[in-house]
């Protein structure tokens, strides 16, 4: 089997032993990259193969003299492109940023740096993270692995597609209302959004602040472990990071069962507009965990049916603050020509944003507007209170949620791209867990009639991502779904 293959607790085995060398796997990516790139179109920018090998070669004579290596060395990681790496161009996914270069880089990548990874590139996204389909990225949508005329979902679509489609063997994403789970259940791999504060934020372009976390894209559920030991930790560069000690998350893996563990299955996420592919395939995973030795029940979280709405109010509204920063002046790209200040704002925000960047602008400003904040921006906020709650109250009686990640199976490319509200919808089941702040993962759950992949979200209590993590890993090793690889070639 070519290493490619491997998920990243097996690349480093096989490195520790000696099997492998870091030049070794080096090649194998770049040359599986070239292959299968031009078809998914995963990368905005790919690291120059030069310069990962020089890094490679140094690693392996370095490792001649060392006896132990770092859980990370010599693993090839690719990185969103809204979070910022030092000296490598960071889009955003955005024409307004095509000529940024960050002198920095995000507190994410230089932990894993300091492990000494590779960075293999930047991966592709919706426009500042606003989308579930990475059809809204200015430098072309990337393409489902598993079947290439459908979305890799979104916004980390490259990063997911990169994953599935072996361009990497791990990857970060970001999610603001669903975009590390979304993209991970359509492409067959797992995703996991950590409790708000858990990772910190510095270096991330900023889309909605009080909804964004960085999280692993990976191969398996032991992976997203292994690399939220590296994310995991208080940060004194980000005013919102936690200062909550992380624990060893691979630990809880070594309990193969969810015995002693409550699930709860609510109720709301089983309703009207669920799609009986996906609704089959969570309820088989619910009877695979009570195998396992879980109790489960229903239970409810009544103001999921708000959920959307609360968060395109939250959302959009942060995102007109935040966004204000791209001016022409600052960063990047500025529009040419333009008479005095005033047009050449106009002129750059104009040309350097897309529609759905722009439509958000909008929403978001009218939102925050004073005749209509208190319509819609604090109600907004009051109804984000009571969703929390929701999760609060849910979290007495059980100790993770098992879920469906999306409504629909994955969809085809092209078929919500002009419909902005069809394409909200399908953040049904990932928003809430953002505006509670609680943790959540995807994983593989089975497959759709077309063959495409479909995923389960589990949702845990704040700062418990470790039992979430256990009772994944508990559900991958009972089944075979994550055996299963796209045949892209
Ligand atoms: N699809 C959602 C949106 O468009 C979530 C995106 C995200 O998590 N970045 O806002």
Redesign the pocket.
């Known amino acids: 089997m070519s290493l490619v293959k491997w998920t990243l607790h097996e690349l480093q085995e096989r490195l520790t032993r000696g099997d492998v060398s870091a030049t070794e796997i080096v090649r194998a990516y770049f040359l599986r990259i070239g292959v299968v790139e031009p078809k998914v179109n995963a990368y905005i920018t790919l690291n120059e193969q030069e310069v990962v090998l020089s890094e490679a070669g140094a690693l392996d004579d370095a490792m001649k003299t060392w006896r132990k290596t770092m859980p990370m060395m010599a693993m090839p990681i690719a990185v969103k492109d809204n979070l910022c790496t030092e000296g490598v161009p960071t889009t955003g996914g955005s024409r307004i940023l095509k000529d940024f270069t960050p002198p920095y880089n995000a507190t994410v990548v230089d932990e894993l740096r300091a492990q000494r990874c590779f960075l293999m590139g930047k991966t592709n996204l ?1 426009e500042f ?4 389909s990475t059809e809204h990225s200015a430098f072309g949508p990337s393409r489902n692995p598993w079947k290439l005329d459908y979305v890799p979902g ?2 980390s679509g490259g990063s997911a597609a990169a994953v599935a489609a072996d361009e990497c063997v791990a990857a970060l994403g ?7 789970r ?1 993209p991970a259940a359509c492409c067959g791999v797992v995703g996991l959004k950590p409790t708000y504060g858990r990772v910190s934020r510095y270096g991330l372009l900023a ?1 909605a602040s009080s ?2 976390q960085i999280g692993p894209i990976t191969k398996d559920v032991r992976d997203a472990a292994l690399m939220m030991n590296v994310l995991a930790g208080h940060d004194p560069k980000d005013a919102t990071s936690a200062d909550v000690p992380a624990p060893d998350f691979t630990r809880s893996l070594k309990k193969k069962d969810v015995k002693h563990l409550k699930l709860g299955v609510p109720r709301e996420f089983f309703e009207e507009g669920l799609d009986p592919e996906v609704r089959d395939a969570v309820h088989a995973a619910v009877s695979v965990l009570e195998d396992l030795g879980g109790t489960t029940r229903e239970v409810s979280l009544p103001h999921t049916g708000v959920a959307v709405a609360t ?2 109010l939250v ?1 959009t509204a942060e995102a007109s603050a935040n966004l204000a920063r791209y001016d022409g002046v600052k960063y990047g790209f500025r529009a040419r020509p333009y008479a005095d200040l005033a047009d050449m704002y106009r002129a750059t925000r104009q040309e350097g944003f897309g529609p759905e960047v722009k439509r958000r602008i909008m929403l978001g400003t009218y939102a925050l507007s004073s005749g209509y904040y208190d319509a819609y921006y604090a109600k907004a906020q009051a109804v984000r209170t009571l969703i929390r709650r929701d999760f609060d109250r849910a979290f007495q009686d059980v100790d993770v949620l098992v879920t469906p990640v999306m409504p629909t199976t994955v969809f085809r490319l092209g078929d919500r791209a002009d419909d902005p509200l069809q ?2 919808l ?2 049904l089941y ?2 809430s867990a ?1 505006l509670a702040g609680v943790p959540a993962m995807s994983l593989p759950c089975g497959f759709s009639h077309r063959g495409l992949p479909i995923g389960m979200q589990l949702v845990g209590r704040p700062f418990e991502e470790d039992v979430m993590l256990r009772v994944g890993r508990a559900y991958e090793l009972a089944t075979d779904w994550r055996k299963q690889r796209p045949l892209i070639r």
């Not at 993270?129 to 579930?132: A, K, N, V």
């Not at 970001?174 to 590390?180: E, Q």
Request: aromatic share 14%.
């Open positions: 919706d993270g606003m989308g579930s979104g916004s970001t999610d603001t209302g669903g975009s590390i979304q889309f909804l964004d968060y395109y959302a394409m909200y399908s953040d990932t928003v953002s």
